[in-house]
């Protein structure tokens, strides 16, 4: 009994020294994250300060060089609380808010010192000036309780999910988002990108949900005898489509199909793949067969990548006047590479079809474009995105540049005026 | 001058024809290009390491700097000059160099850093990882499949991002359907392509408040080949999730907000949302 008492006291002794130790080991985490926290807090309300300094200081000139000069500074600081705002817990959508309005306003200083159109950043910066005051102070208020936590971490927690109205808290939220709607408007362009990936350009027929797997039988024979659940998106969805799920034998997948005309805009199925048994041109010329059978017939090859299981080739949209290929209209499919069955079509962006303005190809002299030791490759048309959501008629080049590691970039550029909008390196 | 060309290039025709037919038999039958990947790749890029025409990492991805050592070695040999290693080019590679498959696959497995260059011997190519650097070279070639081959992605994707959205993924959904593995990774692509998140993968991922796996710490669990198919899917284009920005499982969802958002579809146990 004695040494039963002994071996009990020292076991509840043993497990209140570990949890003692636990606790405190708890306790030293909650305070190191606590102290990220608040050194990622001060940041941004500091550099939020900065940056509204920036904003008045860049109407101070006339000077190109010193606007330049504050301009990237907008840039810069925008980019820097960006960063330390998205590393604090402060809810998602006040997170939002934040990043949108400083990812906004530091693409205008940007897209402002590439385009040199000054007059139009003074004609609107002095409000947004303003209201980066309000801001800064109103978020100055709104997070003096987060330095009062006293190593909770419970603090952070409750203001993050506090939805009650007219908190400071929440009252910041609600100014921003009303100063990004008024200082930040949709641009043309975005407005029209917006459309096209919500699908409001299709202005087909309405078709059942009978009519819908009708057709995703004709398009996929192989599922035609599967058993199928079919749902209609949620009234919210910026577009109305059917979501098909399927599951025969070996295989289970889905099938996104549009309300209107029935436009298949996904399709994937997974199964099992054995060894490989196909060559690499066998595989090309099944996926050129597959979009023939999906009535794909105005595409041409952009590239194919071999994995372990799958190859994933990828198609665009031939111009029907030029026939540069628009990327941004790309239809991807994905093949077994043991039968080279149809495994996935990706046919979203085909499905969104990009309206094209007519443009002019300049030519280039290369050897003057390029250092002298890259040597062009290969020259092609397209069309892609110029980063403010239009597409623009490009030269893509893939060049080369010799030397004991040689090295080779795809170095898009602008066809009519010659700016370079993207070089990606490739291995 | 011109008539020495002409006989070397004769010679080398020659000598192509007369290579033993068994060294062929190294490489499949296939024809190969860039885009390919896996076994016959890894030989190729060995063999033209061996003659010093291949001076990058042997990985088993047939992209950029491959089609240049195969084009190059095509014009020293008098071959059709097009960057396609086919029966011809394969036969000449196989005659003219050595390839020791066992010791090639056995450093890729091991994720050793190595070289393949003919004339010197392979222990002064190769450069063995330490005991306390294993465990890292093992994690950083998570991605890699058994024969230590690397993923193929997109250029703009890296090996990195595949790895963190695949334990992300692994973490948030492993329970899920293939599509909704694939969505739950869509969403992490489209939060990079969205103006309201931060602009890099693990920004997006650690975004404190953002994933429950995080907060869990179910984002380290080893992530399976599933959902590192899923991801790769959801890279090359694919997005079950029609654009959402956000998802959450309305069982265990604390948040009122996220009731808030305009609902796209539901797959499995997930409501995706834009």
């Known amino acids: 009994m004695r040494t039963l008492l002994v071996i009990l006291t020292l076991g509840v002794i043993g497990l209140g020294a570990y949890g003692i130790n636990v606790h405190k080991d708890n306790q030293n985490l909650q305070r190191a994250v606590l102290a990220q926290y608040t050194d990622k807090l001060t940041d941004a309300s500091e550099k939020l300060s900065h940056l509204q300094q920036s904003v008045s200081k860049s109407l101070l000139f006339r000077d190109e060089q010193a606007i330049h000069n504050e301009l990237d500074s907008v840039w810069r600081l925008s980019s820097e609380v960006r960063s330390s705002l998205s590393n604090i817990p402060i809810g998602q959508e006040m997170s939002s808010e934040w990043l949108n309005y400083l990812g906004r306003l530091g693409d205008e200083a940007k897209n402002t010192a590439k385009s040199g159109d000054y007059q139009a950043w003074r004609e609107k910066m002095p409000q947004v000036s303003n209201n980066l005051q309000s801001l800064s102070d109103e978020w100055t208020a709104a997070t003096v309780d987060f330095y009062k936590h006293n190593g909770n971490m419970d603090v952070w927690l409750q203001q993050a999910d506090d939805t009650k109205s007219n908190t400071t808290f929440t009252n910041v939220q609600k100014t921003l988002k009303g100063y990004g709607e008024k200082d930040f408007p949709l641009t043309l362009s975005e407005s029209d990108w917006q459309k096209k990936i919500e699908l409001k350009a299709l202005q087909d027929a309405v078709i059942t949900e009978k009519e819908a797997l009708e057709r995703v039988k004709t398009l996929f024979p192989v599922i035609q005898d599967a058993t199928f659940t079919v749902a209609k998106s949620s009234d919210t969805a910026p577009y109305p489509f059917y979501h098909i799920q399927f599951h025969q034998g070996i295989r289970l997948g889905y099938v996104d199909i549009t309300e209107k005309g029935g436009h298949i805009l996904s399709y994937l199925v997974e199964r099992p793949v054995d060894e490989a048994k196909l060559s690499q041109d066998e595989i090309l010329a099944m996926a050129q067969e597959h979009l023939k059978k999906l009535d794909m017939k105005d595409v041409a090859f952009v590239e194919s990548r071999e994995n372990h299981q799958a190859w994933h080739v990828t198609f665009a949209r031939k111009h029907p006047k030029d026939n540069a290929l628009i990327y941004a209209d790309g239809v991807q499919l994905k093949l077994a590479k043991d039968t080279g069955e149809l495994l996935g079509v990706n046919a979203m962006e085909y499905v969104q079809e990009e309206t094209i303005k007519p443009q002019v190809a300049k030519p280039i002299d290369w050897p003057t474009f390029f250092d002298q030791d890259v040597r062009v490759e290969e020259v092609k048309e397209i069309y892609t995105d110029n980063g403010q959501f239009e597409q623009r008629l490009c030269y893509e080049v893939i060049a080369f540049r010799d030397g004991d590691r040689p090295e080779t970039f795809r170095v898009v550029i602008d066809a009519e005026h010659h700016n370079v909008l993207k070089v990606e390196y490739l291995t | ?274």
């Not at chain 2, 193929?152 to 595949?162: C, G, I, M, T, V």
């Open chain 2, 1 to 274: 001058m011109r008539l020495f060309s002409k006989n070397l290039v004769l010679l080398m025709a020659l000598t192509l024809c007369i290579l033993p037919q068994n060294d062929v038999a190294a490489f499949s039958e296939q024809q190969i290009t860039r885009g390919a990947y896996g076994d016959d790749v890894i030989e190729l890029q060995a063999r033209l390491q061996y003659l010093g025409f291949y001076k990058s990492k042997i990985d088993g991805q047939f992209g950029y700097n491959t089609y240049w050592a195969v084009r190059n070695f095509q014009e020293k040999y008098g071959l059709p000059i097009d960057g396609v290693a086919g029966a011809k080019t394969k036969k000449a590679l196989a005659g003219y160099s050595d390839y020791d498959e066992a010791w090639v696959k056995a450093q890729l497995k091991a994720g050793h850093q190595f070289t393949y260059f003919g004339g010197v011997p392979l222990e002064q190519q190769v450069k063995k990882n330490t005991a306390s650097n294993n465990k890292q070279a093992k994690k950083d070639s998570g991605s890699s499949n058994q024969n230590g081959t690397k993923t193929q992605l997109p250029p703009k994707y890296s090996e990195r991002d595949l790895q963190l959205i695949a334990n992300a993924v692994y973490g948030e959904s492993r329970g899920e359907p293939y599509e909704g593995q694939v969505a739950v990774a869509a969403v992490i692509l489209n939060r990079l392509e969205s103006p309201d998140f931060p602009n890099t993968i693990s920004g997006i991922i650690f975004q404190p408040l953002a994933f429950t796996a995080v907060a869990d710490g179910q984002i380290w669990l080893e992530p399976n080949q599933r959902a590192k198919e899923a991801v790769i899917d959801a890279m090359n284009g694919w997005d079950p999730s029609e654009n959402a920005l956000y998802y959450f499982n309305p069982k265990t969802a604390t948040s009122k907000w996220i009731w808030s958002r305009p609902q796209i579809k539901q797959i499995g146990e997930h409501i995706f949302c834009s």
